[in-house]
């Protein structure tokens, strides 16, 4: 495998790599790793926007091909791989089914046909809960409920990176300062 490569998500690309291979990441529970955060805001946004614009890249330039060959070789763990990277990050995720909501609601209206309307609430209530149980279930020694409550101001927050990656994507490996740097 190509170490050190200097992609944007090297580490995504190298798992797509080693599944195709046949080696795929496995987990493991005892495994520990640590790492210090970048803690001033401009750090933190040019990290979130590396990892965010790395995702959505490799959604674009990687997942179609390794579909493809997940299937032509028969590799469930790739197919895996490839199906579990297709999903994008969960802000935008929500920004895609709120948008969705809207036109399937103006769809609805002008048209009387109700079915798209349908399944974009049910989809939206879905991801909502799925929030709120992982929440419940492991988040709330993280983030309080009136945190979790200011989600949709970060959402709204996130349309900039997304449409950086349109117009102005980071492609170049961009490691943030760290505090003491």
Known sequence: AKLGTGHIVEDIKLGLELTSAGTPPLFCPTARVTSNFPVAADAVQTQRSRWEHGHLGVIVSEVPSAMWSAIVHRNLNLLAMALSLSVPPLALL???????????????ILTGMLLPLGIALVSTATLASAVLLAWRSHGRSIISLLQLSGVPLYVLSKVPVYFYFLFKRQSEWIRSKREGE
Not at 94 to 108: K, N, Q, R, S
């Open 94 to 108: 929500t920004l895609l089914l709120v948008a969705l909501l809207f036109f399937t609601a103006i769809f609805g």
